[in-house]
């Protein structure tokens, strides 16, 4: 469905309050950046600057807002990339306000990426992600479709974030393949193709609590530095993060496999 389409229900009709739309103006650029610091309560030095939020779209990238009457309540911004003479789009942070999470606007605003992106041309968009995120893990590799082979070590080195618990910025790197096969069966079904699992490697839910606090990060650390290894010697062996499980106390486990498609860069 389009941002702000209309839905019937029953008898009457039923507008969707949330449009979401290219950023137009500097202003809502201008609240992107805002809202970026109230999401991750960045310090000045790592926040990405209003310059970046300009250029984006000028130069083939995406700046995207999700909007509730004037008021920003979510954000996409995607940059160009290349490797090895392959163009795609590197979507570099989504943040949704906090009163408004919960409710599928984060998928939203990759979908309407993956529409804009496919009607230029583009059949891949990468993103990183901290493998220690359970729920976010959840829906780029089960609500997406997007899988992971490549494990990126400190990618930021260590942010003023407090989502980050002082941990080393550790990334998977998600490859989402707009047009394959998986994905269309993913959007088309509901529901990711069957394969075969190889491997697993879990992050419990704990986590959460351990690297918010200073005198269990120990804990947090021992998960991250373990399962990077796991990580790293699976995508060594050819492996990819395929699926994601959660159970019913908020366990997470990546699920690894051979990516079939013949697709790769």
């Known amino acids: 469905m389009a941002a702000g389409q209309t839905t019937g229900v029953g008898s009457g009709v039923r507008a969707d309050p949330v449009v979401i739309r290219k950023c137009a103006t500097l202003d809502e650029m201008r609240a992107c950046v805002a809202l970026q610091q109230k999401v991750w309560n960045f310090s000045e030095r790592d926040l990405i600057p209003l310059r970046i939020f300009a250029i984006a779209e000028k130069i083939g990238g995406q700046a995207i807002g999700a909007f509730q009457g004037d008021d920003l309540i979510g954000f996409a911004l995607a940059i160009p990339g290349s490797r090895n003479r392959h163009s795609y789009l590197h979507s570099q942070m989504l943040a949704v306000r906090e009163d408004s999470r919960n409710a599928g606007l984060g998928r939203r605003?990759?979908?309407?990426?993956?529409?804009?992106?496919?009607?230029?041309?583009?059949d891949l968009m990468e993103w990183t992600f901290d493998p220690l995120e359970i729920k976010n893990a959840y829906l780029n590799i089960e609500g997406l479709g997007a899988i992971a082979r490549r494990y990126n070590l400190d990618q930021y080195g260590v942010t003023s974030s407090t989502l980050q618990g002082g941990l080393p910025t550790d990334r998977l790197v998600a490859e989402w393949w707009l047009k394959s096969d998986r994905v269309r069966q993913l959007l088309n079904a509901g529901q990711l193709p069957p394969a075969k699992i190889e491997s697993n490697i879990p992050v419990p839910a704990e986590v959460y609590t351990w690297k918010a606090a200073a005198e269990t990060r120990g804990r947090a650390m021992a998960v991250q530095n373990q399962n990077r290894e796991l990580f790293i010697n699976a995508f060594k062996r050819g492996l990819a993060v395929i699926g994601y499980e959660r159970d019913p106390h908020g366990n997470?486990?990546?699920?690894?496999?051979?990516?079939q498609e013949p697709l790769s860069l």
């Open 109 to 122: 605003l990759k979908l309407f990426q993956r529409e804009e992106a496919i009607s230029r041309g583009f």
């Open 252 to 259: 997470g486990k990546f699920l690894l496999g051979r990516w």
